[in-house]
């Protein structure tokens, strides 16, 4: 763009009105990045996050910010993004920050901690309750930028071959879970195992593994898991409110115009309404569908949410003890937690209980 | 910005990297807009709404397109907000459809009915579940053009000067309650009551009125009703999810550059997250305070939500016979509300209720 600027102030005599054009050129600058993102095509909820944030950054600069979204393995594996941007191979990435809890245990709190605030109450810490801000000093050491991005409500407890109703079902499980789950999993007898979402249908086929968390209804419905493990458990007590993030390189992101900052700023918004808005609506016709297919739904029991919940808190401790970053944004996270249950007690969840009743009744 | 390209075209043989400038300077033209807002500036989280999307619009577009948000009587007032954008008076307006139900019953569903979609729910249908497009081929009937803008989440119940426990109770009880909600509470015996909200208290002191609704302990707090009627009742089950709009006149938005359209259609999407996201990080504390300073919190009897359900349930029946722009989106609102449900009963649902029971215990 600087060579334009310069040709059009030596064409002639400068017009007073011609002034302002140079700093429009110069603030407008054409610029392309590269969305790495960690979600396949196929979860089309996630996936089309990343498309509408492109979308809407495009229009907005009238196509002078270009972002494209590539999936995962295009560029790098979902497991490699933030290596990847935080270094600048490439701008900005679509996933969830407790993916790379294997870098520090603090990147699980960006995206949600097991028995942590539900998605309404992430976007409260998150925007106005100092959560963006407290993320984004640690997100810095590893030379990254964070905006939410959206969230997938409560998720469900997966797929299990067998029920299970105590503690004492889960000894030897073997259950496809990662990160703090499958530590707290450990905790109560289950051996958690990594295996990819296109391995999990044939590994409970031949009863390689037990059980598998995925999703929800309508991620969960794709890979058929009811066919081959049809008891399916609620709550993912692991995953009350999971937020999905735009990670971005933070040089590329504070040499952007304030302009494009802006831009990006409201689609990364938009986006995380438009993801939550998308997994609510369609989760419902899922859920129904899995249940006509077959699927057996079952609550865990208080045992074994009340054994997970300890373990998870014994966890928290260590971690705390352990990591002062962890520490620093985990007390953030539990005491906004305990101000949030003691509103949504009130209004919302009375509500909600009311219209779940009066829906049983017809 | 014309008189700017002629002169630029018109001083020299233009050379070929000036051939674009015309072209960015027609896409981004100065446009300044007027935002009445039914929201007064003492209600920061409702008004802060329209700011947010004023600051992100004028940031993404480099300045050139500002948008002033104005209080409400600046230039209208909330009731006559519709109208004055509909005409073109104003261009745009940050409301709640509902306060238009005068005009036509069909602006209560843009909000929320009665007995309605939760919060989240709200955005489901609005945003992927045909709701937006159902409005807005309604509310283009008024010359206007909507975008959801943010959401309070459920309400309270309000203030009420002495404990209601029994329909009985209700009988000439004088209540603050205005729409659907007070068509709902005559029903069942109530005498609505149109009050300001500056004069609640006053009102409430005198016994001129018995109780008034408002919205939630945050912005409740501010009106400290808790002095006068110290019974505070939930959940308002007239108010479960209700919707904040942007309303913009139809021709202004049509004639707006694709590039402002996005920055206006991002900006309202990041608003609408925010909003709520406002509300559900100030209502704990506000609620502790209320609390603390005496407020009595009740829940409504089973009766009385049950005979209220009742009510609203002909109330939709009765409108549906007469307004079929009413009908065709309370159709679609109902058939989607008791989907949702479906799914939310489970995970999300059984998710808050081990949380909430998790905090009680310590």
Redesign the interface.
Known sequence: MK??VF??A??????A??V??PA??Q??PEIRWRMTSAFPKSLDTLFGGGELLA??VA????GKFIIQPFAPGEIVGAPQAADAIGSGTVEMGHTCSYYYVGKDPTFAIGTNLP?GL????T???????NGNDLLNAFYAKHNLFALPAGNT?????GWFRKEIKTVQDLQGLKMRIAGLAGQIMSKLGVVPQQIAGGDLYPSLERGTIDAAEWV??YDDQKLGLNKVAPYYY????WE?GPAIHFFINLQKWNEL???Y???I??????????T???Y??????A??SLLGAGAQ?R?FSPEI?DAA?KAANEIYDDLSAKNPDFKKIYDSYKAF????????????????????R??ARG
């Open positions: 060579r334009r040709l059009t030596a064409t002639a005599g400068m017009a009105g011609a302002a054009k429009i050129a603030s407008a979308k809407h229009e907005a600069t009238d028995f539900n998605s309404r109450q976007n409260a810490w998150l925007y106005h309750g409500g409560a998720q469900m407890g929800a209804p609620y709550p993912g007590f009350g115009p304030k302009a900052q802006a831009a700023q409201a689609a990364a918004g938009y986006a995380n309404v438009d939550q808005a998308k609510d609506a369609r989760n419902p016709a859920l129904r739904l609550p949410m919940y937690r305990n101000e949030e249950y003691l509103w949504f007690q009130v209004a919302e969840y009375a509500y909600d209980s009311f219209m779940i009066a829906r």
